[in-house]
């Protein structure tokens, strides 16, 4: 890999623990607001001040505005949102503006409406100190647009020590890429959406016989924090009890370098992960260019994959939504069962058994 360009000065010395106000805790339907007020100041307490929230994040921005901008200094914490909101927070500014979720299919708007203008009007303005995007897709997709944009000032990406190779998320590559621009990552989705606090069992094992006195999801939050060019890690925290045990962990002064021994352990468990009887796809994508139903393969595949791995059945059932249906194809039991799938792909995979196995489960 190039060697990158020194970072940007903003992300020198920002603490590692970034608050993602996505998953917060809920009582009766509802935001627990007083227990999101605990969180927040603990947080706060432990010397931890990035905040991030969205739109379309249920209730955050309104969350955020009474939790924090009403009860805290605004100089004492930093905001990151993302495209579009300004009024629901009250912040004043924003330290970090995001365009969410940028990839194929999306991009396309922001180019449209002439929004990186409009981001940049708005930084010159002061209501926005720095301004960059958050991305799903492909390294090259993510290359074309940091060429396209060098005004962006640092990207979020998902990355996670399952995720790393992962032929769909790609995140060793996407991070890579970025560090090639010289742009800073935020980390989201480092504990997987909370897949990896209760990993496959035999994950499990050989995380707490490398280390009994330390939480599953510290792991995968150590992990991310000790990547190069890893500006902040953001965990969304759903209790007062995953607020405690994250600071324990990577709170500034209490982080405990992420050495050769901890990824040789997580080594280790990528490979007890690559043994579980999932599905060997690689995403290449060859099946759905010559399926004549239009079915989402490689989505139902992977979605069917995260279901065995992790045993959660609302998160694989959301994946297949996304990586599915909101992507435009056709779900699997649609599926023509005519094999020209089958003679298209590399890995000699019985996708049509794999494909009804998916119908079944996301029925």
Request: charged share 25%; with cysteine.
């Amino acid at each position: 890999m190039d060697t990158p360009p020194p970072p940007v000065p903003f992300s020198a010395g920002l603490p590692k623990l970034g608050f993602g106000l996505m998953r917060l805790p809920r009582k009766d339907g509802a935001i627990d607001l007083p227990q999101v007020c605990d969180m927040v100041d603990r947080f706060l307490a432990a010397g931890c001040v990035y905040f991030d929230t969205a739109y379309v994040y249920d209730g955050s921005e309104e969350a955020a505005r009474e939790a924090l901008v009403k009860r805290h200094p605004r100089d004492s914490f930093l905001l990151a949102t993302k495209l579009a909101a300004w009024a629901r927070t009250g912040a004043g500014h924003f330290d970090f503006y995001l365009f969410h979720n940028l990839g194929p299919g999306r991009t396309e708007a922001f180019d449209r409406f002439g929004l990186w203008d409009w981001a940049l009007e708005r930084r010159d303005e002061g209501r926005i100190r720095h301004f960059g995007f958050s991305f799903h897709s492909t390294p090259d997709e993510l290359d074309r647009l940091l060429r396209a944009h060098p005004e962006v000032e640092f990207v979020q990406l998902q990355v996670n020590y399952a995720d790393w190779d992962d032929p769909v998320v790609r995140s060793r590559e996407n991070l890579e890429v970025a560090r090639r621009h010289g742009k800073p990552v935020v980390v989201m989705e480092p504990v997987k959406g909370g897949l990896l606090a209760t990993p496959p069992d035999p994950v499990a094992e050989i995380l707490r016989r490398a280390d009994p006195a330390s939480s599953l999801p510290s792991w995968a939050l150590r992990f991310a924090a000790g990547l190069p060019g890893v500006m902040t890690v953001l965990s969304g925290m759903s209790s007062l009890e995953q607020m405690d045990d994250n600071l324990a962990h990577l709170a500034p002064g209490r982080c405990r370098p992420f050495g050769d021994a901890d990824l040789a352990v997580l080594a280790e468990a990528r490979a007890a992960l690559a043994a579980m009887p999932t599905v060997p796809c690689t995403s290449c994508g060859y099946c759905e260019k010559v399926c004549p139903a239009g079915i989402g393969v490689r989505g139902s595949i992977a979605a069917l994959n995260q279901l065995v791995l992790y045993r959660n059945e609302t998160r694989a059932r959301n994946y297949e939504q996304w990586q599915v249906v909101k992507a435009g194809k056709k779900r699997a039991a649609e599926c023509l069962r005519c094999g020209a799938c089958e003679k298209a792909c590399p890995q000699r995979i019985a996708i049509r058994d794999a494909l009804a196995k998916a119908a079944a489960a996301f029925a």
